[in-house]
T-cell receptor, first 115, second 108 residues
Framework: EPEVTQTPSHQVTQMGQEVILRCVPI?????FYWYRQILGQKVEFLVS????????KSEIFDDQFSVERPDGSNFTLKIRSTKLEDSAMYFC?????????????FGPGTRLTVT | DAKTTQPPSMDCAEGRAANLPCNHS???????VYWYRQIHSQGPQYIIH???NNETNEMASLIITEDRKSSTLILPHATLRDTAVYYC?????????FGAGTILRVKS
């Protein structure tokens, strides 16, 4: 069964450093998403991406964040200058539909720890 | 997107049906009801969705009231592996807004 994969599973970085989280969505999916979950808190939407551009983003997704689909398979989330409060589990998801997106398939997540 | 209300936790005996309620009294006509679950710290997993009619798939059944103001997710024969946080999400669009969900504990 196809699945979303994410690398690395755990990333430790120092405050102020740049990190890139990588995701390989399911191959025939066209809609891509990033969510995050701070330990003990709710899953929060960050950004959705379709047709090589951002279709929606949350207030969390400020200028420090960017997304890219550099090739036909990868989908990346970059945080330019990490802060302590960026420590969280980051989930990538993909889906086949956009406006009425019934099903999003999530990856296992990358745990980001900023020290 | 409409707000949902779910009980914070529920227990269920293994092998019995688990019935998880959700209130969404402000749902609008074009908004769907989605159910996801999150096992421990894994990524959320899609379970089922519906608009007006009841739906069933290999994982669960979704019962939506006629006025669409509430719904119930039914796991017909709960197993220990169904212990998870279950999220009821209402919306129309590609942004899933997760609440706190219901912690379902399946006990042997």
């Amino acid at each position: 069964e196809p699945e979303v994969t994410q690398t690395p599973s755990h990333q430790v970085t120092q405050m102020g450093q740049e990190v890139i989280l990588r995701c390989v969505p399911i191959s025939n999916h066209l809609y891509f998403y990033w969510y995050r979950q701070i330990l003990g808190q709710k899953v929060e939407f960050l950004v959705s991406f379709y047709n090589n551009e951002i279709s929606e983003k949350s207030e969390i997704f400020d200028d420090q964040f960017s997304v890219e689909r550099p090739d036909g398979s990868n989908f990346t989330l970059k945080i330019r200058s990490t802060k302590l409060e960026d420590s969280a589990m980051y989930f990538c998801a993909s889906g086949t539909s956009g406006r009425s997106s019934y099903e999003q398939y999530f990856g296992p997540g990358t745990r980001l720890t900023v020290t | 997107d409409a707000k949902t209300t779910q009980p914070p936790s529920m227990d269920c005996a293994e092998g019995r049906a688990a019935n998880l309620p959700c209130n969404h009294s402000t749902i609008s006509g074009n908004e769907y009801v989605y159910w996801y679950r999150q096992i421990h710290s894994q990524g959320p997993q899609y379970i089922i969705h519906g608009l007006k009619n009841n739906e069933t798939n290999e994982m669960a059944s979704l019962i939506i009231t006629e006025d669409r103001k509430s719904s119930t997710l039914i796991l017909p024969h709960a197993t220990l592996r169904d212990t998870a946080v279950y999220y009821c999400i209402v919306g129309y669009g590609n942004k899933l807004v997760f609440g706190a969900g219901t912690i379902l504990r399946v006990k042997s």
